[in-house]
């Protein structure tokens, strides 16, 4: 199983809304990202996860708030968005070993909306 | 984490070789080069790593030169379904993986 299983698909939010995108993998990967991404844009590094612990934040708001209760799920709690928050939110794993440098894995995202 | 440079778009016919040119200079002696292909609204995928010289997988071949500060992704036969976006990344034994702005690659029939 290679697969990143990412969920909701898409994802309408008002403003004031609070809620959580989720992502799954179970391919014993130590290693999770979560990345946003703009039309027409690449994608943008958010948080890097290794060994269930936080190891990378690119400074990014407290409206975004990660968390990984456990090495095969990562989630992404969001409340207080933005309209400019809309965007595609892509979650990735790879195998996270110190000294292999190894592919990553993608899912296909969640498409999100701010209204 | 090296910068990398490449070109913002491309563009081919169904059948020929691309090759996609990826610059970075201040490569470090630990970093890897990867390939990565992203089609609208999907997550990359994948391609093609290496550290120097050449490599080869199914779909695709990178060529490093010896002093190692630019690498070449060609893609043999292109179709069609090739058109895509193809991101260039340096990246060392860690988990920081940037993406720099990538190659928006056209085939045309």
């Known amino acids: 199983d290679t697969e990143v299983t990412q969920t909701p698909k898409h994802l309408v939010m008002g403003m004031t809304n609070k809620k959580s995108l989720k992502c799954e993998q179970h391919m014993g990967h130590r290693a999770m990202y979560w990345y946003k991404q703009k039309a027409k844009k690449p994608p943008e590094l958010m948080f890097v996860?290794?060994?269930?612990?936080?190891?990378i934040n690119e400074s990014v708001p407290s409206r975004f708030s990660p968390e990984c209760p456990n090495s095969s799920l990562l989630n992404l709690h969001l409340h207080a968005l933005q309209p400019e928050d809309s965007a595609l939110y892509l979650c990735?794993?790879?195998?996270?070993?110190?000294?292999?440098?190894?592919?990553?894995?993608f899912g296909q995202g969640t498409r999100l909306t701010v209204v | 984490l090296a910068k990398t440079t490449q070109p913002v778009s491309m563009d081919s016919y169904e059948g020929q070789e691309v090759n996609i040119t990826c610059s970075h200079n201040n490569i470090a002696t630990n970093d890897y080069i990867t390939w990565y292909q992203q089609f609208p609204s999907q997550g990359p995928r994948f391609i093609i790593q290496?550290?120097?010289t050449k490599v080869t997988n199914e779909v695709a071949s990178l060529f490093i030169p010896a002093d190692r500060k630019s690498s070449t992704l060609s893609l043999p036969r292109v179709s069609l379904s090739d058109t895509a976006v193809y991101y260039c990344?340096?990246?060392?034994?860690?988990?920081?993986?940037?993406f720099g702005a990538g190659t928006r690659l056209t085939v045309k029939p």
């Open positions: 290496g550290y120097k």
């Open positions: 990344l340096a990246r060392g034994n860690n988990n920081d993986m940037r």
């Open positions: 996860y290794s060994y269930e612990k936080l190891s």
């Open positions: 990735a794993s790879s195998q996270g070993w110190t000294g292999m440098n190894t592919e990553a894995f």
